[in-house]
């Protein structure tokens, strides 16, 4: 048995897939701001409320 068979990884558009036969198990890429991004905000998903818990 060849568990490895099946997976396939490809590079499309700039960004880096990991599959399994024709489905998309998982997506990355990355990027560099331009000197036009500089100053824009940049929301990160997960990081939308910060809270100060001090004592």
Do not use: N
Not at 1 to 24: A, F, H, I, N
Request: aromatic share 10%; with cysteine; net charge negative.
């Amino acid at each position: 048995m060849y568990p490895w068979k099946g997976y396939t990884l490809v590079e499309e558009d700039g960004c880096l897939k990991l599959g399994w036969k024709d489905l998309s198990l998982l997506t990355a890429s990355s990027w560099e701001p331009t000197d036009g991004d500089a100053d824009a905000d940049v929301a990160v998903a997960g990081d939308t409320h910060h809270e100060s818990h001090d004592s």
